[in-house]
C-alpha cells in the first residue's frame, strides 16, 4: 500500500473530489516558488508569508498509486505556480478503528 499526499490550491479541490473515490482533506497553509506577495485589502498593503492551501491524504493498493496520482495531478493543474506537490511514500502497517 501507498499514501499519497497532495497539496493543492483551494479552487482545485472540487475538482479532484470529483476524480477520486475517496480523501481525507485538511486546511493547510505555506508557500514555495510564489514565496512572500502583497496583497491589498480595505486601500492597506499587506506582505502575505503563507497561503491558503488544502492537503489531501488517501491510502491506495499499489497498483493504482499511478492512477491515483495522475487523477490528482490532472484535475488540480492549473499551470501557475502554487499548482502544488504530489508526494508518495509506502504504508507498512495500517491498523483501522471502528466507532463502537
Not at 492597506?44 to 488544502?54: A, G
Amino acid at each position: 500500500m501507498k499514501k499519497i499526499e497532495a497539496i493543492i490550491q483551494l479552487s482545485k479541490l472540487d475538482e479532484v473530489q470529483d476524480a477520486l473515490d475517496g480523501m481525507t482533506v485538511c486546511e493547510v497553509r505555506g508557500f514555495g516558488r510564489q514565496n512572500r506577495h502583497k496583497e491589498t485589502y480595505r486601500c492597506k498593503e499587506y506582505t502575505v508569508n503563507f497561503l491558503p492551501m488544502i492537503k489531501i491524504d488517501l491510502i491506495v493498493p499499489d497498483q493504482n498509486v499511478d492512477e491515483a496520482a495522475k487523477l490528482i495531478i490532472q484535475s488540480a493543474k492549473t499551470d501557475t505556480n502554487g499548482d502544488g506537490k504530489v508526494l508518495i511514500s509506502d504504508v507498512k502497517e495500517a491498523a483501522y478503528a471502528l466507532a463502537i
